[in-house]
């Protein structure tokens, strides 16, 4: 496979973009940071689906596509399905030796939203991991169905305010907590799992090579912060990805095989939960008095997890 | 950095920012597409399009390069190529792939595709900054004149 190098960004600068600009994502959007990334891990050809959500609808403005790449956009749950149907083909038609190119090297990758994968998209994902299909899917995990407006999905945090699960007199917001995807996906028997943030820019890209290079599926959770929905100046998108990393809100961490868990990334001083929380509008609300036991509760859980990552680490099993 | 050279199409024989999003070329209403039409991202073959430079490569007048949302910034950033050190973080995190960076080097801005977010700026390490926002219609080279200088770290 033609990786590209990322020994240092001065290097990893010299890909030529494969993601065009004049796509109408909200400026300072970290999803189009995310798929940039991706397409310039890589000089193989890349065969991409993506799920209905922000990323798809502002990539393919009529009659504009953003995509220098065979892409197929497909409803809201079936970005897996349609991608691994391709690699189906591809396969069946290479040992055939009908395609123009028969060694040219080719990548299949599925783009989907949290609420695409979390939720709509569940089933259709699980059986494609299952089934097994040489394949990255990443999820692009903003927390909340942001095309449509912002409602709650299974990946929204306990506490934040959605427009289906609002904060008010009577509420604190969102009363469930998130969904591990990871542990599920890793839960498959997938051969890569992992959960990457664009600040860490070199972390991310090794970990989507490395999911390019495996063969079998491989999924990948992606932080990627809002700045229409969770409420912060779009000129703050990488440090408010840095707050959700050095709070450990969003770890970064790897599973191979199901079962042995790298971590990729220590914070040296492992800041509060607050600090991450108090800088987004999405939050405001459970810093009153009356809302703290929230807060308190999402930072005993943060610590609880990270204990667990360490412990699992260690362990080398 | 002269003004006139941030100012200039920074690719040579491009296509670049040509049509507002609202007139693509060949746009035709959504209900006069025929099933199985065809619109080409690119002219002629497309193979190998990862190893050529974006100046290389023949956009159609369907590939999004060729549209513009200029329109859509109130401030701009603005690279001053004096303080630079072409880490390349711009680059990396630009969410509107216009941070035009050739051979290790930040060339400046596309703003053809820039949308004003800011997030540049943010990143971009150096003491004064080699990025700075500025409003819309502030001239180049008020800003350019004007740069801050270097600050002292606060105590
Ligand atoms: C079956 C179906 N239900 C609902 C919709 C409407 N819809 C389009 S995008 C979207 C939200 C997407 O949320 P997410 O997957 O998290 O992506 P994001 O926009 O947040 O990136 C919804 C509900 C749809 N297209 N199809
Ligand atoms: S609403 Fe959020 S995810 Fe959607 S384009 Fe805007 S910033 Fe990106
Ligand atoms: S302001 Fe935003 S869109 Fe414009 S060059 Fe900077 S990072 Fe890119
Ligand atoms: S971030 Fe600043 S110093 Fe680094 S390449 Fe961009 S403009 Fe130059
Ligand atoms: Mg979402």
């Not at chain 1, 994968?117 to 995990?141: K, N, P, V």
Request: net charge negative; aromatic share 8%.
């Amino acid at each position: 496979m033609a990786i590209t190098s990322v020994k240092n960004l001065k290097e990893f600068s010299t890909n030529n973009d494969r993601l065009e600009g004049a796509h109408t994502l909200c400026p300072g959007c970290a999803h189009s940071m995310i798929v940039r990334e991706l397409m310039n891990c890589t000089d193989d050809n890349l065969v991409i689906s993506s799920n209905t959500g922000c990323l798809e609808v502002s990539t393919a403005v009529y009659p504009f596509t953003s995509w220098d790449t065979s892409w197929i956009h497909i409803g809201f749950e079936n970005a897996a399905t349609a991608v691994t149907g391709a690699e189906v083909m591809h396969k069946v038609r290479k040992k055939k030796g009908t395609l123009p190119d028969n060694d040219a090297p080719v990548k299949f990758v599925a783009f989907g939203g949290d609420g695409s994968t979390y939720d709509i998209g569940f089933q259709w994902l699980s059986g494609a991991m299952e089934r097994g299909h040489d394949f990255t899917y990443i999820c692009l995990d903003n927390e909340n169905y942001a095309n449509t407006g912002g409602q709650r999905s299974s990946a929204t945090p306990i506490g934040a305010t959605t427009s289906t699960a609002q904060a008010g007199t009577h509420s604190y917001g969102k009363k469930e907590k998130k969904k591990d995807i990871v542990a599920i996906m890793a839960a498959h028997g997938a051969p890569y799992v992992a959960q990457l943030a664009p600040n860490k820019w070199k972390s991310m890209a090794k970990g989507f090579q490395k999911a390019l290079e495996t063969e079998g599926p491989c999924f990948i959770n992606t932080v990627s912060p809002c700045t229409t929905e969770w409420r912060f100046d779009p000129k703050d998108t990488i440090h408010i990805t840095d707050l959700a990393t050095e709070s450990l809100m969003f770890p970064i961490y790897e599973i191979i095989d199901g079962h042995e868990l790298n971590i990729l990334y220590r914070p040296k001083n492992i800041i509060k939960v607050d600090d991450y929380l108090g800088a987004q509008g999405r939050y405001k609300h459970l810093f009153k008095p009356e809302n703290r036991h929230v807060i308190d509760l999402i930072q005993s859980d943060i610590d609880k997890y990270w204990t667990m990552l360490q412990r699992r680490e260690e362990a080398r099993i | 950095m002269s003004v006139e050279a941030q100012d200039l199409k920074l690719l040579a024989n491009d296509n670049r920012g040509q049509s507002g999003l609202e007139n693509g070329s060949g746009l035709v209403g959504w209900e006069e597409v025929t099933q199985g039409s065809v619109l080409q991202s690119f002219d002629g073959n497309a193979t190998g399009i990862a190893l050529k430079k974006q100046e290389e490569r023949a956009y159609s007048g369907y590939n999004s390069y060729t549209a513009t949302v200029a329109s859509w910034r109130i401030i701009k950033p603005v690279y001053n190529r004096d303080v630079c050190i072409d880490c390349q973080n711009c680059w990396v995190w630009c969410p509107d792939t216009s941070i035009i960076s050739r051979d290790k080097q930040m060339l400046g801005i596309d703003y053809d595709h820039c949308k004003g977010c800011g997030v540049c700026v943010e990143v971009c390490p150096t003491n004064p900054k080699s990025l700075l926002m500025y409003g819309e219609n502030t001239p180049m080279e008020d800003a350019l004149s004007a740069w801050p200088e270097k600050k002292k770290k606060e105590k």
